[in-house]
């Protein structure tokens, strides 16, 4: 099993930063790739970023290629997700999940561990 917790939401203005943070336990943690969805009002989930165990291997969604960076700190089980240049339609509930091994999925069913999710606001 694996936990996720996710951190670092509230309401920011346009064309501000944010940062999130996911932390996972559980001994099933190691070794696994990691990704964040989110899901706005009356739509679908989406994929927005994933980094496989080493780091090495990174995609992003298209929407937020070159505004956002996922990185991972393995030493502290965390996952993040820095959010620059936030957009209105940037807003979102922000999902952070852990799926399977190699390299890192773009799909919610390749996703098995997910959080609970931390508002993200953005303002015009």
């Known amino acids: 099993q694996v936990q996720l917790v996710e951190s670092g939401g509230g309401l920011v203005q346009a064309g501000d930063s944010l940062r999130l943070s996911c932390t996972a336990s559980?001994?099933?943690?190691?070794?696994?790739?990691m990704g964040w969805f989110r899901q706005a009002p009356e739509k679908e989930r989406e994929f927005v970023s994933g980094?496989?165990?080493?780091?090495?291997?990174?995609y992003y969604a298209d929407v937020v290629k070159g505004r956002f960076t996922i990185s991972r700190d393995n030493a502290k089980n965390t996952v993040y997700l820095q959010m620059s240049s936030l957009k209105p339609e940037d807003t979102a509930v922000y999902y952070c999940?852990?799926?399977?091994?190699?390299?890192?999925?773009?799909?919610?069913?390749?996703?098995?561990?997910w959080g609970q999710g931390t508002q993200v606001t953005v303002s015009s």
């Open positions: 980094i496989n165990w080493s780091g090495g291997v990174i």
């Open positions: 559980g001994r099933a943690y190691s070794g696994r790739f």
């Open positions: 999940a852990a799926g399977g091994y190699g390299v890192p999925g773009q799909y919610s069913y390749e996703y098995y561990y």
